[in-house]
């Protein structure tokens, strides 16, 4: 038996590849930034601009891809599994609507936040490897801690299995609810911009771009502050544990930096939500019409 072909003949099989794809555009668009965004969130003091000349000229350019190998490895199965599990639970929340239609705006949200709260147990063991890997500086790597596979060994083997999945409660109180609003708003901003398009399914390039760009600062905005808790949560080693908890991580950030800390990066996080959630959608759209037209894909010129 020929396993792809009939795996992509099925509509699971082109949701699960169109979302590996989109995956992949996402993270080699905006891995920068994001190791950005996490040094801002683990400092207490130094700007965007700071950060990433001293990683630049002092670390090298490499450092701003530092742990990029984890999330790649990675990004293709959790992300089609991510738009696979979307399109099943979007259509099981809302099961009055056709197969032939698109589903609802309420099937959509609560299909997200579904989605959300279950790729949290992927992606939180990946998250807490890349987030210490990004925060490394070249003259703290050891051979135990270099690479993903060797940092991961010496957290399971030093941690254990609680070590692996720490900060994965506040991991899934982050992505639930965002990734709600993440498909809610592309959704209802790809129809804004095409009226139609969600049941044609054709749009513009520009339409993915923009819908995709939207939505995925939409979602950061939503749940910001929890991710600056996840990254202070799964920065922590057991040499060097400062918080107990999501809620003393809360308290402790405020009282020592005031409540501007958690939205700190959130400029960068925003520049690069536009552009690795834009070029994510339009991934995943394309690759989708590429299976399901046979090779051809019918969009309109503009917006």
């Not at 705006?105 to 936040?113: E, F, I, Q, S």
């Not at 020592?256 to 536009?274: D, K, N, P, Q």
Request: contains cysteine; hydrophobic residues 40%; charged residues 20%.
């Amino acid at each position: 038996m020929d396993f792809w072909p009939e795996f992509l003949a099925s509509s699971s099989g082109r949701e699960f590849v169109a979302g590996g794809f989109g995956g992949i555009a996402g993270i080699v668009s905006g891995y920068p930034l994001d190791t950005l965004r996490i040094r801002l969130q683990n400092s207490k003091n130094g700007s965007a601009s700071t950060i990433f000349r001293h990683m630049v000229f002092k670390e090298g350019p490499t450092s701003l891809y530092r742990g990029m190998a984890a999330p790649l490895a990675s990004v293709t199965f959790q992300n089609a599994m991510v738009f696979q599990t979307y399109a099943v639970l979007s259509r099981a929340f809302d099961s009055s609507v056709s197969l032939k239609d698109p589903p609802s705006y309420k099937g959509v949200a609560l299909g997200g936040t579904g989605t959300g709260a279950l790729q949290s147990l992927l992606l939180s063991p990946v998250e807490l490897i890349k987030i210490r890997l990004q925060l490394q500086n070249a003259n703290q790597m050891t051979e135990s801690t270099k690479g993903p596979i060797r940092l991961a060994e010496n957290i399971w083997r030093k941690e254990g299995l609680r070590g692996i999945y720490r900060g994965l409660g506040v991991t899934m109180i982050r992505d639930g609810p965002s990734h709600g609003l993440y498909f809610w708003t592309y959704e209802y901003m790809r129809e804004r911009f095409h009226p139609g398009c969600r049941k044609s399914g054709e749009e513009s390039l520009h339409t993915m771009l923009v819908a995709g760009g939207l939505a995925g600062v939409a979602s950061w905005i939503s749940c910001y502050p929890f991710d600056v808790v996840k990254t202070r949560l799964q920065s922590q080693t057991p040499s060097s544990l400062k918080y107990k908890g999501i809620i003393d991580c809360f308290k402790k950030s405020v009282h020592e930096e005031g409540y501007s800390v958690l939205w700190r990066g959130l400029g960068t996080t925003v520049t690069r939500a536009f552009l690795v959630n834009g070029a994510i959608f339009s991934a995943y759209e394309v690759t989708l019409r590429l299976f399901f037209n046979n090779g051809t894909i019918h969009m309109k010129e503009t917006i």
